[in-house]
């Protein structure tokens, strides 16, 4: 959008308004990075192939609204009047639990919800369908309607709130479900909840078979049927009301694991217990009291807004509560990437374990299939420590460098530079509810895929934001060990403002400069710059040679001329197989002799796609190809990594994944 009048006529836009757009067709993004988030597949298992990039709005115009248009916008406008009229937290919560909107809820709260296993919370399932039907249905009884009118009534009225609250697999789930258990009373047909669930699914996959693919649908089925199978457990007599929300909580975090460790690679040892306290909270406390306060609003609407108050702040201490949460120890495991095998057995454990307990075979029964779930999830969370091989990653964070360094069994894990997201300033218009951030939307995304706890070296070549910019955002989701800077005179402001946040959480801070070193085992690590003389920013970066996998490697930052004829002049023996070309293969850097003097086999560019720069500089490139480098490039490419046993390795990038190269 190009100013603030047309982002105010595009969110004017409602069901119903037909617009004619001037645009570029493109193609959805893939993933760049491995872990990545595939845009084109996600898009793909939608039923769509092509985005629209518009440049002008020509035209809009309003249309007959058919039924559904018209629940669609009336939707819209109770979102808006909810946004409006009502306190930021209490209205977002509102709009969340009533009509299936998250889009004023800040994206703070919903990560903190993520993280701990919360987010099922804050969509429309079948509590809320239930609670809203009894409430309906009371209402018709108290209005003097039959009950065969009123069940009539309910039939109808489910579909039309499916659609009033975004008709998400979950909230489709529950109200499919809801009808035929209603249709069966009606009818006085035997339908247990099992087998109208069982329809549900059904009917859902043939009318859309890539649901199967829908993090919503998996949760919302999984968690229902093993609620349903256990309700044996659930409904014995001296259970209590405390027991019961202990059994659903264990439950419903028991099947979920092996989703959420499909899906996000992490899992909070503290869900089961937030889960506990959370459920009555938003199920019993915050739903009910925002149907009153919708109920209460055209009729008292000052009483409304008062509650509303109170709501918001309760809902303020809850979020203050797992902010607290989220200072505690082991608030989130990283386990990695889980393949579907290991889904698989997870499945078959956690299975077994509830279908012992549910029969009474025997406790020891009940110890051994546990202690056999523990097991599985122990050997999958250390085992990294037990894996042969290491790896060299250049991971694609656009315009700027982030390598990430992994030696066999996670001895140690260095990472050269975060990548960094360089902000513009932007009027209040231009901001996003969530302005894309290279750490939180790559960098860490991909360290806990990988399954990575720690880092035992965050080296900082030198001060630039497209080196340093996410070091702030890995520091405060990931335990790094030590920082390392490059000795210079003057230090940059990103500089001052990593190194202040590392001495608030107790991470070692070092400097390093030329001449030092450092081996593990078979791994060897050379510090060749900066002296700490140097004029320049760029100059002033930290030089790393290093073997690894058997080939030597050359990172050099944004090292320019000045700083190549230096390391040429001190080190005129100096050779690498593979160069980290510096400063993005710029034509400040990569002179001749410097590369004549390096003699390296491959240069790997770390560069964002379509950049403003115009890196890499075409001379540069020319320069390569006529010494008979081999060039991999980030842009082209995506992320490139080099997996290595002992002294054989193999190259590989992620969107040219055929092109490997064994060494």
């Not at 992490?266 to 925002?290: A, E, H, R, T």
């Not at 080296?459 to 405060?476: K, M, N, R």
Request: proline share 3%; hydrophobic share 45%; net charge neutral.
């Amino acid at each position: 959008m190009k100013s603030a009048s047309e982002k105010k006529q595009m969110r004017q836009l409602h069901a119903g308004v037909s617009c004619i757009f001037d645009g570029e067709r493109k193609e959805p993004q893939i993933a760049r990075n491995f872990h990545g988030f595939n845009y084109r597949d996600y898009l793909y298992k939608q039923n769509i192939h092509f985005i629209l990039e518009a440049t002008y709005i020509s035209e809009c115009r309003k249309t007959s609204l058919s039924l559904v248009q018209w629940i669609l916008l009336l939707r819209q406008q109770a979102i808006l009047g909810v946004t409006e009229m009502f306190p930021e937290q209490s209205g977002a919560f509102m709009n969340a639990l009533l009509f299936g909107d998250r889009q004023q809820m800040t994206f703070e709260v919903e990560e903190q919800y993520q993280q701990f296993g919360l987010v099922h919370l804050l969509a429309i399932s079948g509590s809320h369908i239930v609670l809203l039907m009894v409430i309906v249905y009371f209402i018709l009884l108290r209005s003097g309607v039959t009950r065969e009118i009123a069940t009539v009534c309910l039939i109808f009225f489910i579909p039309i709130y499916m659609i009033l609250a975004g008709a998400s697999p979950s909230v489709i789930r529950a109200s499919i479900t809801g009808v035929l258990m209603l249709i069966a009373f009606m009818c006085s047909i035997r339908l247990s909840s099992l087998d109208a669930l069982s329809i549900t699914a059904i009917c859902m996959l043939i009318f859309d078979p890539y649901l199967v693919f829908n993090i919503g649908f998996q949760f919302s089925f999984v968690g229902s049927f093993a609620l349903l199978l256990s309700a044996p457990l659930l409904l014995e007599s001296g259970n209590g009301v405390i027991r019961n929300s202990i059994y659903i909580s264990l439950i419903s975090q028991l099947v979920s694991t092996p989703i959420l460790l499909y899906h996000f690679g992490y899992y909070s040892p503290y869900s089961i217990f937030l889960n506990i306290l959370y459920v009555p909270f938003l199920s019993l406390i915050v739903l009910p009291c925002s149907i009153i306060i919708l109920i209460c609003l055209p009729i008292i609407p000052f009483l409304a807004k008062s509650f509303a108050n109170v709501l918001s702040i309760g809902l303020n201490l809850s979020n203050d509560f797992l902010s607290y949460c989220e200072s505690l120890p082991f608030t989130r495991l990283n386990f990695g990437q889980t393949p579907i095998l290991l889904v698989a057995l997870y499945c078959v454990s956690i299975i077994s374990v509830l279908m012992v307990w549910e029969r009474r075979i025997s406790k020891g029964m009940v110890f051994i299939f546990a202690g056999i779930f523990l097991f599985i999830s122990t050997g999958h969370y250390v085992y990294p420590y037990f894996r042969e091989s290491g790896s060299v990653t250049f991971l694609d964070v656009g315009q700027g460098d982030a390598i990430l360094i992994r030696l066999p069994y996670d001895q140690e894990i260095y990472l050269i530079d975060t990548g960094g997201t360089i902000r513009l300033n932007k009027e209040e218009w231009q901001r996003k509810k969530h302005e894309f951030s290279v750490g939180n939307d790559i960098l860490i995304p991909y360290l806990q895929k990988e399954g990575i706890k720690k880092i035992d070296k965050l080296i900082v070549t030198h001060g630039d934001a497209d080196h340093i910019g996410a070091a702030q955002e890995l520091l405060s989701n990931i335990t790094v060990k030590e920082v390392v800077f490059g000795r210079k005179e003057q230090e940059a402001i990103l500089e001052k403002a990593v190194k202040k946040q590392a001495l608030e959480k107790e991470v070692k801070i070092s400097e390093v400069g030329e001449g030092e070193s450092w081996r593990v085992n078979e791994a060897e690590f050379f510090v060749l710059a900066p002296t700490g003389k140097e004029r320049s920013e760029n100059n002033a970066s930290i030089v790393l040679w290093a073997k690894l996998g058997g080939i030597t490697w050359l990172f050099t930052g944004d090292l320019e001329e000045e700083g190549e004829k230096g390391l040429v002049a001190t080190y005129p023996d100096l050779r690498a197989d593979v160069l980290k070309v510096a400063h993005h293969g710029s034509n400040t850097s990569s002179i001749t002799p410097f590369l004549s003097a390096v003699q390296p086999n491959i240069a790997i560019i770390s560069v964002g796609e379509r950049n403003r720069y115009g890196h890499p500089h075409k001379e540069v490139i020319e320069r390569f190809e006529k010494m008979g480098i081999e060039i991999w490039r980030t842009d082209k490419q995506g992320a490139i990594s080099y997996v290595f046993k002992e002294e054989r390795g193999t190259f590989r990038s992620k969107i040219t994944y055929d092109e490997t190269r064994n060494r």
